[in-house]
């Protein structure tokens, strides 16, 4: 591990909707995160804690982004962190556009006003080996009790729509499914209730990481499999546990847009990144 700081590792912690990031900026110093580091840096009582670790770097357009889950696992999307960052740069560059590339592929953010961000995160891939799931099927209806949909947004999603999302124990029902074998990456799960007219009340068991207050590439994938069954138009507001997003399923890709925070910034103790090596 090195950086340009031997006093350890500087980070900033953010949030969306109560959706947790650690982020380093590694533009400008060498930075390297091993699986077991994300690990340890995400443990809530004897790391900093987080539901994912973003890493920003030099990139063709104006940053690329990585991700890893509290587990330690790597994530190739990250809808709120994406969000979160783009605030970052946002207002760092004074620019109100960004060009940001990811493993899910180039995407975009705009300054929506009001201290909102926009982030266009995609096509959504419904096609079953895309997701991916293990075998040809419907991705609208899986052979699953309850129906789910499949969603890729460069992370796989299955979508329950229930009666009650508040009802479902989700510390039980979503780890069930996470690692259905139809998903041989995992997935995300969520359950998902129509509040109202094109309002959808979201609770979400997010890989790797388990029940979190948010989660921006899930809102997208529910907005798109309720779309799809007809339950909505395509632009929705989804209720979760840390607040409202709007998400519209436009021709270019799916647009999510919330507030971000920037909590704070710290730096993480060599001595601590040491031991984990």
């Known amino acids: ?19 947790d990031f650690v982020v380093v900026d590694a533009r400008a110093r060498d930075v390297e995160i091993t699986s077991a580091l994300a690990k340890a840096i995400g443990d809530r009582r004897m790391g900093i804690g987080f539901d ?8 063709q357009g104006d940053a690329h982004l990585r991700f890893w889950n509290a ?28 060009h940001l590339t990811t493993e899910r592929g180039d995407l975009f953010a705009t300054d929506a006003g009001d201290g909102l961000t926009s982030v266009n995160m995609g096509a959504p ?22 129906a ?5 947004m460069g992370n796989p ?21 996470e690692q ?59 209720e979760l546990d840390g607040g409202r997003m709007q998400v519209e399923w436009r021709e270019d890709g799916v647009w999510m847009t919330g507030p971000t925070a920037h909590v704070c910034d710290g730096v993480i103790s060599r001595n601590f990144i040491e031991a984990v090596r």
Request: with cysteine; glycine share 10%; charged share 20%.
């Open 1 to 19: 591990m090195s950086t340009a700081e031997p006093s350890g590792l500087p980070f900033m912690k953010m949030h969306g909707l109560g959706n």
């Open 52 to 59: 994912q670790l973003a890493v920003i770097e030099p990139g």
């Open 71 to 98: 587990d330690g696992t790597m994530s190739g999307a990250c809808g709120n962190a994406t969000r979160c960052i783009a605030r970052y740069l946002l207002d760092e560059t004074g620019k109100d556009h960004l």
């Open 125 to 146: 891939q419904l096609e079953w080996q895309d997701i991916p799931l293990a075998e040809a099927m419907d991705t609208l209806e899986l052979p699953i009790e309850g």
């Open 148 to 152: 789910p949909t499949a969603t890729g």
């Open 157 to 177: 999603h299955c979508t329950f729509f229930v009666e009650d999302a508040e009802a479902v124990p989700l510390e039980t029902f979503g780890p069930r499914y």
């Open 180 to 238: 259905h074998p139809l998903y041989p990456e995992r997935t995300n799960v969520q359950v998902v209730s129509v509040a109202g007219t094109n309002l959808l009340r979201m609770r979400v068991w997010e890989r790797g990481v388990g029940v979190t207050l948010a989660s921006g590439s899930s809102s997208c994938a529910v907005a798109v499999a309720a779309a799809r069954k007809g339950l909505t138009d395509r632009a929705v507001t989804i």
